[in-house]
């Protein structure tokens, strides 16, 4: 698909100058140079990444969790939100007022105020796209891939492989330990299951062969409510293996409650930011099974996951910008027509993806 990039209005990314915001901000002044405002509480910030790229991202200080200001978007044409929200005003006002929304939250929580905003049945003059990112985002549109592929899908399995090596913000970590020991619910099979974090051990061969184990992601869940599919489980690991297995035990000893403590938290924290353990490698890989016990795969591993999630969240912006999707709530599985090229097509951000269709 040919991108247009002439655009009258300019594109907010709000947590900007993170990661994750900046990779997406510096992959998006390439087409739409002069346009690109990178915003967040930290003007500072936000300058010292516009004065990086030359000049041709504009910096901005912004608040989210403050009242939207309304004068600023008028000249916005797209909103790209990077740091998690507790409540989901601003997709709402964007909704209404006819800009575009992308969001590339893992929070289930988010996800679900912001899916519910469909039971006001606004009238919608743009698009909001969520599942944007690894995982939630490119594990979804595998998911969708084999669905489209394979006659009749009786049950996807989702495994997420996830690089210790790679460095975050606070908030990324204290997601990942908030979920380390939780039992959460999830409806397939017409039934409600409660399930445990690290538990169910499951071996497959990604980066090698590897146990994976139950977790709390966000796509599972969008999943099982936008396709026909009944029974949809995401699993995960750790690259590195000995860690993997220390924390299944925890798990299974219910000593991983510890990691919930807010104390314990801060000096995890601080300690996975100073000591690098593992790699940056990342790997999704889901199977789905038919009704005739036939298994169908596909994977994505590379390096980077924050990379991937910023050139996932490039590529879905360019599509938005040029009006492809339907208007309203949807996830990303949901508005790409072809997976396969869309997938294909991250490759010209990082030629080294490994893509298996």
Request: glycine residues 8%; positive net charge; charged residues 20%.
């Amino acid at each position: 698909m040919k991108i247009h990039t002439m655009m009258e209005g300019k594109i907010l990314i709000i947590g900007g100058y993170g990661a994750v915001g900046s990779t997406i901000a510096e992959n998006l002044t390439t087409h739409y140079p002069g346009q690109i405002i990178v915003a967040g509480r930290s003007f500072t910030k936000a300058k010292k990444l516009c004065d990086k790229v030359k000049g041709n991202l504009i910096p901005y200080k912004l608040d989210s969790t403050q009242p939207i200001d309304t004068e600023l978007l008028k000249e916005i044409e797209l909103v790209i939100m990077c740091i998690d929200q507790i409540d989901p005003f601003w997709v709402e006002y964007c909704l209404v007022n006819g800009i575009h929304y992308i969001d590339i939250t893992a929070d289930k929580d988010l996800i679900e105020k912001i899916e519910n905003l469909k039971k006001k049945q606004l009238p919608y003059r743009s698009s909001a796209i969520l599942s944007v990112g690894l995982a939630p985002g490119i594990t979804n549109l595998l998911a969708q891939n084999i669905m489209n592929t394979q006659s009749e899908t009786k049950e996807i399995n989702i495994f997420i492989l996830l690089g210790m090596g790679e460095k975050h913000g606070d908030s990324a970590y204290k997601w990942t330990f908030d979920n380390l020991h939780k039992r959460y619910s999830i409806q397939y099979n017409g039934k409600k299951h409660l399930l445990k974090s690290f538990s169910a051990p499951k071996k497959i061969i990604l980066k090698g062969k590897r146990t994976f184990y139950l977790f709390d992601f966000s796509d599972q869940h969008a999943l099982l409510k936008t396709t026909k599919v009944k029974q949809i489980v995401t699993r995960m690991a750790f690259d590195s293996r000995f860690f993997t297995k220390v924390i299944y035990i925890l798990a299974k000893t219910g000593i991983t409650r510890i990691f919930q403590s807010p104390k314990i938290q801060k000096l995890l924290i601080h300690s996975f930011k100073k000591i690098t353990i593992g790699s940056d490698v990342f790997g999704v890989k889901v199977t789905g099974t038919n009704k005739e016990y036939q298994m169908l795969s596909c994977s994505v591993t590379g390096n980077g996951e924050g990379k991937i999630t910023a050139h996932t969240a490039t590529a879905m912006a360019l599509l938005c910008l040029n009006d492809t999707f339907p208007k309203g709530i949807h996830h990303s599985h949901e508005v790409i027509e072809n997976i396969p090229a869309f997938l294909t097509g991250l490759k010209k951000y990082d030629a080294s993806l490994e893509i298996k269709l």
